[in-house]
């Protein structure tokens, strides 16, 4: 079975441009997470989504983060515009009740600002 | 304050010695799950065992062993006979059953093993 997918996997931006980030959870799992690892902060949760709902946005840093899932198989996680402490990797991960809430993580998109 | 708690930060070990990795974590609820998860040099982060609050029987997979300790409100990790494929960071994580699936991750523990 397929896992949680993230695209792209690396991408390097200069400040100011648009970044969107783009993951697949896996079929039939009702929840959707993303994550942003950094040195400093270490995991932190940005947002979820259940059942394609919003549920908990407040650990999204600002107004330029804005993530949406417009339907069960995919989300997006925009940063416009893009500054250098933007710098993380980026994780989406996928979940379901049934499962015993085990998170399944997406393989990281590594994002890098200049 | 923090739901869960991996004081050691950073563990070196010379390989074939056993490691534990320790983990304590903090609810009220009667019903929670408890995870760990392995992130390797290349960065995945990957799902290793979850255990249910009602369920406190120890486990073992290969050289990797849980011990799950309500009492204590300890879920400890050891890795006998450690390998260099080992080195990672590990983390430990917990889900209450009525936060909606919101998860609670440590700040991890970066695990070097030595050959």
């Known amino acids: 079975d397929a896992g949680v997918i993230q695209s792209p996997r690396h991408e390097v931006t200069e400040m100011g441009q648009e970044v969107t980030l783009r993951c697949k959870p896996i079929s039939g799992h009702d929840y959707l997470f993303w994550y942003r690892q950094t040195m400093m902060r270490g995991l932190e949760l940005l947002i979820y989504f259940n059942n394609n709902v919003p549920i908990d946005d407040s650990g999204m840093p600002e107004d330029r983060f804005s993530a949406k899932m417009p339907n069960a198989s995919f989300s997006t996680l925009k940063i416009q515009p893009s500054e250098p402490r933007d710098s993380a990797v980026y994780f989406c991960?996928?979940?379901?009740?049934?499962?015993?809430?085990?998170?399944?993580f997406g393989e990281g998109s590594w994002l890098t600002v200049v | 304050a923090q739901k869960v708690t991996q004081a050691q930060t950073e563990i070196s070990v010379v390989e074939k010695e056993d490691v534990t990795l320790d983990c304590v974590y903090e609810t009220r609820d009667t019903t929670y799950y408890l995870f760990w998860y392995k992130q390797p040099p290349s960065g995945e982060l990957v799902f290793l065992i979850r255990r249910n609050s009602f369920d406190e029987q120890n486990e073992i997979s290969g050289r990797y062993s849980w011990n799950f300790q309500k009492s204590t409100s300890s879920f400890n990790f050891t890795i006998t006979a450690s390998q260099v494929v080992d080195s990672a960071v590990y983390f430990c994580a917990l889900s209450e059953d009525n936060t909606g699936n919101q998860f609670y991750f440590g700040t991890g523990t970066s695990l070097t093993v030595i050959p």
């Open positions: 991960a996928s979940s379901s009740r049934t499962e015993g809430n085990t998170i399944y």
